[in-house]
């Protein structure tokens, strides 16, 4: 009846209009399959990208870091910031650790090229603010985000313990927070800066 | 004849406030005005809710239809969201732009209220539940709802906006063309009738399911679905939707309006849109007869049957063009309720009424 | 009495505009509500994105193809890994080649429920745009199990891809693709045959084969004009040629045929994402490549068939770690130069409808 077609045409179009009618019709009775987003949430994938965190030793609660700054140079948008000088026995340590949330654009390269668990990706993405400086987290901020983040270790677990205690004396802390410190450097880290699938 | 009015026209409710006051020995014409603007009030308070019930039920229509919950957030799956919106509207500013015609720009939104409200002088919502029986009941209403074409013109004009102005235009042009179809597909009703009183035509059809026109006349179903689609047009909703089709003129006529000016328009189009479907009821559904429950309570809920197909319109169809949409009310239906009328005119002709 | 009058009037559609997708603008000259000429302006999402990748390293470079065309980012890191892959002469393992395959075809659907989905609500359907969605998130679904992303994978990398898939993921996109051709006929009943929908589509914005290929248009658009040619056939890359699948052509080039193309396109790559499912090897997933490789001297054009045409990236190379020039080439560039030579001379709904049919998306023409 619409382009001008003969008499048939009329109710082989009113046929198909119904059929239209009777497939919205049908989904009216059916339950919704969205969410009420605050009180309801899906449960992320386990690999789902959110907000980066820095990840602590699950039995020392130290900050898996080791200064190699990996992360920091395969970030495309430079929202890592790392600041580690190097102290008199040529040891790293780290002082400062800064994400940039507003920069980072969750691409997970920083997540793969570190080969010392010291910062993952969580599932973590409820973190909007009004203010965006609140968007600038430091090492703190990013520990206490990572602290119950799970996480599979890909350190080598021959660490020897009584080693480690040595150095975090001599580091000193940036605030009050007792563990803001790195573990022993590791300098083969940069060695092993090609191998960054993980299977 | 505004007044003297009768007190036996009214409803028992101002029959009594009439005979309280005539009592006191207030003057004629105060009378009639003290009661009339009750019931003016009435009618407004009442149609408002509807409208803002409407808002809620047709979002809630749609939600589920595109399995979302919809509004879920104020009371009891969000029931009254629409009345908060509405609270927020009001309260927003009132943005005007500069290059506006000032006076068209007021008024348009008020004209195209007013204009929705007028129809429910005659519109009777139960027995005896009618404001004015006005013995051309269904010219009238015909009349006063095409009085929403000259607001969206208005409205169109005076946001100087390109946008509004074709909006506008397609209003006027969508309007007359689908006026003559609707009227066409009334009149058959009416020539069975005898009478343009809403209550008569209503009368008409008691006593039982098959006594109803759509039933009862041969050409009922023709004339309902001509109706239908006529009146789907007049109250510009999807697929006839063309003067404010978002996609295509971003909001039509009301683009420029914000606050409590675009709450006019937007409760007016729902106003509109149950007036079509309550006409549709009195003209083919029997109105207010039905069996136990209260008059009133048939005809709302009849008229909600007739608002939840033109929403299923709306939710499932796709918009037409605005040439196709001349050409369908020109070429089609125009023929086709014509056509309809020389059968009813047949029929009554010959005496074969059953 | 004086002789009427009639002037054409400008109307300027987008850039904030419902049915532009995204930010386009079109200054329209009108006649009352007819188009008599279109004018497109573009640039306002332009994020210098060729210039960003001339300042990173090749796999930093993969995260910023993402934000190049967003709805099949997997495209976007297929053509450039393959064009560093190329220049490099690096060696895809055979599973990562079908887990491109898998991501690729299964953007490719998402990419089309999207086009449905958008096309039904610019013409004024609601309802079809939240069925094609619901579908789609089914396949983001499989894409945020696999690389932990919805919209910004960064899953195909240099040399292979980012991660194997997860142990549930088969059984899962196995489960999606059988819904979607379940609810193909609920998105067939609801537009296909609806007379509506019919006389809004059908015989509208014609777009000469001729025309189409002059103005460089490819993908679905030019096959709805009848020109069999399809990137993933014709220029054979990853591993297409392995399974059985055809082009879909149409001939009339009018707004219905681009809208059915896609349908058949679902259906053509649902057919593919089962059998590389079915044939998907065991091995690697990447070959060994350091992040910070330098490929030789010289410079390669790398193509791949997207859900908007042709997906093209050069890259010139200095044997540097950073590609001394990049050049992208969107198919929605060239759908939207030639808008103008055949979207004329309609109503102002029509050219929505025109505007929805070529699958437009602003960051591939802005870049």
Redesign the interface.
Known sequence: MLDGTGSMGVFKDIKNLLIGMRITGKHLGRHAITLQYPEQKWTMPERSRGVVVLLSDKETGELNCTSCMLCMRACPTAAIEIDAPRGEDKKRTLKVFNVDNALCCYCGLCEEACNFSALKMATMYEYSTPNKGDLFWDMKKLQEAGRDVPYEDKRKKKKAKPVEAAPINEATPVKEDTKTDSPPPDDKASDTAGKEDEG | MIWPIASAELLPLFSYLYELLESTGLPQPWLAVVVYTFLAALVFGVLSLLALFLVWWERK?????????GP?RHGWHGWYQTIMDAVKLLQKEDIRVATRDKTVFFWAPVVCFVAAFLAYVTIPFGEGLIVADLNIGILYIMAVTTFTVISLLMAGWGSNN??AL?GGM?SAAQVVSYEVPMVASILVVVLFVGSLSMVDIVQAQAGGIWNWYIFRLPYGPIAFCTYIIAATAEANR??F??PE??????AGFNVEYSGMKFAMFFLAEFVNAFTVSAIAVILFFGGWHGALLPSWMWFLGKTFGIVLLLM??R??????????LM??SW??LVPVTFANIIIAAWFKYAGWYW | MPELRTEEFQINMGPHHPSTHGVCRLILTMDGEKIVKIEPVIGYLHRALEKICENRTYAQCIPVTDRFEYVTAMSCNQVFSMAAERLAGIEVPERAEYLRVIMLELNRIASHLIFYGVTAMDLGALTPFLYGLREREAIIDLFEMTCGQRLTYNYIRVGGVARDIPKEFIPKCHEALDTITEKMSDYEGLLNENPIWLVRTKGVGVMPAKLGIDYGVSGPVLRASGVDYDIRRDDPYSIYDKFDWKPSVRQNGDCFDRYLIRLDEIKQSIKIVKQALDGLPEGDIKAKVSPNFKPPAGEVYARVENSRGELGIYIQSDGGKKPLRVKMRGGSYCQLQALPYFGTDCFIADLVAIFATLDIILPEVDR
Do not use: G, N, S
Not at chain 2, 61 to 69: D, K, L, P, S
Not at chain 2, 245 to 250: C, F, G, N, S
Not at chain 2, 315 to 324: A, H, M, S
């Open positions: 229509i749609a939600a589920h239809i595109q399995q979302r919950f879920m390109k946008y074709l397609r999807t697929p939707d063309i089709a978002e996609q295509e003129l971003v299923l319109f939710w499932t169809y796709p918009r037409l063009r605005v040439d196709q050409e369908f070429k089609f």
